[in-house]
Nanobody, 128 residues
């Protein structure tokens, strides 16, 4: 069974940090571009960050640049999202997604329909 599983979400105060993990089972991530999206009730899913299959290229939404860092460990079949200086507006359900290697070029990575596999999501709440 092909599956992506997110973990690491939780409640954190503004200015705090969290690290999300996205682990794959049933397939290897090293043939895929991997992205993180987030979604709040009533809004469309928003692209947060994307990493190429090698890990050498990354993309970020303007809203998280300088605060979030995406990385991958292909040996562990896992992708991470380090989130620092968290703000209340970062509160959302965070999803990881896997797709074809060329996805990270240009702005294609921002479109949820381009991805083949999705995790179930993990809740991140930033509140004092």
């Amino acid at each position: 069974q092909l599956q992506l599983v997110e973990s690491g979400g939780g409640l954190v105060q503004p200015g705090g940090s969290l690290r999300l993990s996205c682990a794959a089972s049933g397939f290897t991530l090293d043939n895929s571009a991997i992205a993180w999206f987030r979604q709040t009730p009533g809004k469309e899913r928003e692209g947060v960050s994307c990493i190429s299959r090698s890990g050498r290229s990354t993309n970020y939404a303007d809203s998280v640049k300088g605060r979030f860092t995406i990385s991958r460990d292909n040996a562990k079949n896992t992708v991470y999202l380090q989130m620092n200086s968290l703000k209340p507006e970062d509160t959302a359900v965070y999803y990881c997604a896997a797709g074809r290697p060329s996805l990270y070029y240009g702005n294609t990575w921002l479109h949820p329909r381009e991805y083949d596999y999705w995790g179930q999501g993990t809740q991140v709440t930033v509140s004092s």
